[in-house]
Antibody, heavy 120, light 110 residues
Framework: QVQLVESGGGLVKPGGSLRLSCEAS????????MSWIRQAPGKGLEWVSY????????YYADSVRGRFTISRDNAKNSLFLQMNSLRAEDTAVYYC?????????????WGQGTLVSVSS | QSALTQPASVSGSPGQSITISCTGT?????????VSWYQQHPGEAPKLMIH???DRPSGISNRFSGSKSGSTASLTISGLQAEDEADYYC??????????FGGGTKVTVL
């Protein structure tokens, strides 16, 4: 059974940084594209970024490009999101998810999310 | 990266069928058969219900079905049940190799 567990969320001041982690189990992590998706309080889902199996292909949403960096460590079954220059509008629950390009690009397994709050 | 357009809310009585639309452009929904649908209950993570426009993952009820016409995809829930009350989101791969979500639709079972 696939399990994705996010960590690293918390309260940070505007302009600050935070690094999120997502540890995977129950899957061959190195075989999966991975993605971060966020959801602001009371709002809809927003795709943030995804990374290919070997980290050679990376894409970001316009709203985070240049401030956020996605990475992965296949030896540790882990996905990361380094978030810099944080803004109030980055406040959200951040989910990690597998992204299965071979079956039509669905986010097919999701973690429970970690809350990031950006406030002074 | 404009969000796909979904109705804010859809409602129906138990046993009825409802349809949720997801409208994009030729650069996303209309250009690829890569539309997915997700169900999210309050306080929970989203759950994949449909992928590749109309494919159901293992374990998903056949009351859920998907289709697409042009740049509009649709999710139909047949035999509406109380447990179907949730938020539903569509997503699509885009010609920029990005991903995009719809704004979400709240389904209410009357």
């Amino acid at each position: 059974q696939v399990q994705l567990v996010e960590s690293g969320g918390g309260l940070v001041k505007p302009g600050g940084s935070l690094r999120l982690s997502c540890e995977a189990s129950g899957i061959t992590f190195s075989h999966y594209y991975m993605s971060w998706i966020r959801q602001a309080p009371g709002k809809g889902l927003e795709w943030v970024s995804y990374i290919s199996t070997g980290s050679s292909t990376i894409y970001y949403a316009d709203s985070v490009r240049g401030r956020f960096t996605i990475s992965r460590d296949n030896a540790k079954n882990s996905l990361f999101l380094q978030m810099n220059s944080l803004r109030a509008e980055d406040t959200a629950v951040y989910y990690c998810a597998t992204l299965s390009y071979s079956i039509g690009w669905p986010f097919d397994s999701w973690g429970q999310g970690t809350l990031v709050s950006v406030s002074s | 990266q404009s969000a796909l357009t979904q109705p804010a809310s859809v409602s129906g009585s138990p046993g009825q069928s409802i349809t949720i639309s997801c409208t994009g452009t030729s650069s996303d929904v209309g250009g690829f058969n890569y539309v997915s649908w997700y169900q999210q209950h309050p306080g929970e993570a989203p759950k994949l219900m449909i992928h590749r426009v109309s494919d159901r993952p293992s374990g998903i009820s056949n009351r859920f079905s998907g289709s697409k016409s042009g740049s509009t995809a649709s999710l139909t829930i047949s035999g509406l049940q109380a447990e179907d009350e949730a938020d539903y989101y569509c997503s699509s791969y885009t010609s920029s190799s990005d991903m995009v979500f719809g704004g979400g639709t709240k389904v209410t079972v009357l």
